[in-house]
């Protein structure tokens, strides 16, 4: 059964003070893996699709990177608004996406 | 681009009443359109894949006859929730793929659904 676990949960950072979320996934045949944020009472934003171990993609602040077995969301010098929920998917061999719980995001001033 | 919209973003009813959300692609065509619950704190669930022009395939639980989804054009699917209870109350959240060469999915801002 594919599964998709993030870690951690929860992540308080202080504005500029860099981190790493993570999302480690069990799937056989990875079609693509994909990171969305999501604000509270809005639908999941598209960020990032990465398809192969050693692809990476950024976008301002952030940072995606794949290995065989787990993907990283680099948040580089973060400003509050980049307070949110990140959730991490991969799809296998079906067209549905598996979600992983999310990782709730809250940077402080 | 790639821009879904959901209508509405808040509904409230009756228990027993039934309910229609609207999701449409702005800007693209989506052969496949996806419907996700959501509860409070918890990430996405899949209720159902629909093709346009073809019966959706529901997960496993999720009743079919409650939860009719009808995918009628490439821009245009509907989720009907038939004779909604309390317990239906949730964030109800459709996605779409804008073709078999995109894995994508693009997500709508969700519908806030409570039943009374």
């Known amino acids: 059964e594919d599964q998709v676990t993030q870690s951690p949960e929860a992540l308080r950072l202080q504005e500029g003070e860099s981190s790493s979320l993570n999302c480690s996934y069990t799937v056989s045949g990875l079609r693509g893996l994909f990171w969305y944020r999501q604000d509270p009472g809005k639908g999941p934003e598209f960020l990032f699709t990465l398809y192969s171990a050693g692809e990476e993609k950024e976008k301002e602040r952030l940072k995606a990177t794949l290995t065989k077995k787990e993907s990283f969301l680099h948040i580089t010098a973060p400003k509050p608004e980049d307070s949110a929920t990140y959730l991490c998917?991969?799809?296998?061999?079906?067209?549905?996406?598996?979600f992983g719980k999310g990782t709730k995001l809250t940077v402080n001033p | 681009g790639a821009v879904v919209s959901q209508h509405p973003s808040r509904v409230i009813c009756k228990s027993g009443t039934s309910v229609k959300i609207e999701c449409r692609s702005l800007d693209f065509q989506a052969t496949t359109m996806f419907w996700y619950r959501q509860f409070p704190k918890q990430s996405l669930m899949l209720m159902a894949t629909s093709n346009e022009g073809s019966k959706a395939t529901y997960e496993q639980g999720v009743e079919k006859d409650k939860f009719l989804i009808n995918h009628a054009s490439l821009t245009l699917s509907t989720l009907t929730v038939t004779s909604a209870h309390p317990e239906d109350s949730s964030f109800y959240i459709c996605?779409?793929?804008?073709?078999?060469?995109?894995?994508?999915?693009?997500f709508g801002p969700g519908t806030r659904l409570t039943v009374t």
């Open positions: 996605s779409a793929r804008p073709g078999a060469a995109s894995y994508e999915q693009y």
């Open positions: 998917a991969v799809q296998a061999g079906s067209e549905k996406l598996v």
